[in-house]
């Protein structure tokens, strides 16, 4: 992704949006998704702008606290999510 695709993603507001269960929401995929979004912004940061840094970094903070807000729930399995993000780390390198 691009750093505007990363802002969009993370500073839409939730006006309108549905509303999920608790529940209903698999937390160590979205766990790993924030993760692997974040792994990618901190990449981008080596050669974006000052403009681009800004909004990467305010970005990066909604995506930290979706991250750790997921790590709480009762549905988060540590083990899978680490094993799904050492996957992704694999199939990146190659």
Known sequence: MQ????????????S???VLR????DST???VEYATDLID???LLKTASF???CNLSTAMLVA???KNWHYKQENFDLKRA???LSCWKNATKQ
């Open 29 to 31: 995929v979205k766990w």
């Open 22 to 25: 608790r529940g209903n929401i």
């Open 16 to 18: 309108g949006k549905k």
């Open 82 to 84: 680490s094993y799904l």
């Open 51 to 53: 403009e681009e840094k």
């Open 64 to 66: 930290e606290r979706k």
């Open 3 to 14: 750093v505007a695709q990363f802002v969009r993603k993370y500073t839409i507001s939730s």
């Open 41 to 43: 912004m901190t990449e």
